[in-house]
Nanobody
Framework: QVQVVQSGGGLVQAGGSLRLSCTAS????????MGWYRQAPGKQRELVAT???????NYADSVKDRFTISRDNAKNTVYLQMTSLKPEDTAVYYC??????WGQGTQVTVSS
C-alpha cells in the first residue's frame, strides 16, 4: 500500500503565496503522473494541476500563471507553489499519486 502524506497549506491573505508538498512512501517515478486537486465547500473536486513522470505539466485555466507544480523524484515529493492567491482558491487540496493514491487533504484558506 502506498502512503501519500501532504504538508503545507494554511491561512493567507489574498495576493499571498503558499507551498504544498506531497510525499509518497515509494518512488513517484514508478507511480507515474502526480496531481493536485481541490474541493471547495459545496462543490465537486476539481483538477488543479498534474505532472507526468516526464515533467509535462497541465493546469486548470483558473490557476495558470499563478500555480506551479513540480516534482523531486529523489525525494518522492511533489510540490504545488501557489502565488497571487485569491479567495476563490479556498478549498481542501488533495494530492493524487497515479490514479488511486490520495493524500489526506490540506486546507488552504485565502482571506480577502
Amino acid at each position: 500500500q502506498v502512503q501519500v502524506v501532504q504538508s503545507g497549506g494554511g491561512l493567507v491573505q489574498a495576493g499571498g503565496s503558499l507551498r504544498l508538498s506531497c510525499t509518497a512512501s515509494r518512488s513517484i517515478f514508478a507511480i507515474g503522473a502526480m496531481g493536485w486537486y481541490r474541493q471547495a465547500p459545496g462543490k465537486q473536486r476539481e483538477l488543479v494541476a498534474t505532472i507526468s513522470s516526464g515533467d509535462s505539466t497541465n493546469y486548470a485555466d483558473s490557476v495558470k500563471d499563478r500555480f506551479t507544480i513540480s516534482r523531486d523524484n529523489a525525494k518522492n515529493t511533489v510540490y504545488l507553489q501557489m502565488t497571487s492567491l485569491k479567495p476563490e482558491d479556498t478549498a481542501v487540496y488533495y494530492c493524487l499519486g497515479g490514479i488511486r493514491y490520495w493524500g489526506q487533504g490540506t486546507q488552504v484558506t485565502v482571506s480577502s
